[in-house]
């Protein structure tokens, strides 16, 4: 069984993909062979399955109906449910995949915009963070070559300021490992809609 991400990552691109076959006056059956020879992932897959079955003899109804008591996502199983009404009711299918490619669209446009609004001031943190971490940490590893004079002050201790200067590696190192797990954090939340 697919999840709800995979399964909504191409609806769109399907739906007005059967919506442009209909409208040139391909059937249904036609339609879905066209999009099961690939371009649109799970889909494909599935229609491609259904059609296999139509072949030993079962009916589209059924391969539509069992489609979509499998699907995880809500819109891809009103899309198969509307493909089925359409086969046993001759509805005005184009009207219906019209209708649900635009709500579909509407979704995907405010997951986006989540999305951005979540992400809004990342690329500045890891942008800061990327260039001031090296050139703060390289400061103070150079302190002791720069400044020798403050091994002589009394105000100064000369040994932390070896030490932090030490640390310049593993420091880098840290800014390296927290902005890769920012950047994965930012990509997990991806709605996967583009």
């Known amino acids: 069984m697919a999840s709800d991400q995979a399964e909504s990552a191409d609806l769109l ?9 209909l409208g040139s006056g391909i059937g249904l059956e036609a339609a879905m062979q066209m999009i099961s020879r690939g371009g649109y992932g799970v889909i494909s897959k ?6 296999s079955n139509l072949q030993r ?9 069992r489609l979509s008591g499998k699907a995880s996502s809500k819109a891809y199983s009103r899309f198969l449910n ?6 046993t ?3 005005d299918l184009l009207r219906a995949l019209e209708q649900q490619s635009e709500r579909e669209e ?6 986006l915009a989540t999305y951005i609004e979540k992400l809004s001031g990342l ?10 971490s090296p050139i703060l940490f390289g400061i103070v590893a150079m302190l002791p070559t720069m400044a ?6 009394p105000f100064m201790d000369f040994g932390a300021i070896m030490s932090a200067a030490a640390m310049f590696g593993p420091a880098l190192l840290f800014t390296v490992i927290l902005m890769a797990m920012i950047g994965y954090r930012a990509h997990s939340r991806d709605p996967g809609v583009i």
């Open 123 to 132: 690329p500045t943190i890891l942008l800061t963070f990327g260039i001031l």
């Open 148 to 153: 020798p004079e403050l091994r002589d002050n």
């Open 13 to 21: 691109y399907a739906m007005r993909a059967v919506m442009v076959l």
């Open 89 to 91: 009711s001759d509805s």
């Open 46 to 51: 599935d229609f491609k399955d259904a059609l």
């Open 106 to 111: 509407e979704e995907r446009n405010e997951k």
């Open 57 to 65: 003899g079962s009916k589209l109804e059924q391969e539509l109906s």
């Open 82 to 87: 509307t493909l089925r009404t359409n086969v």
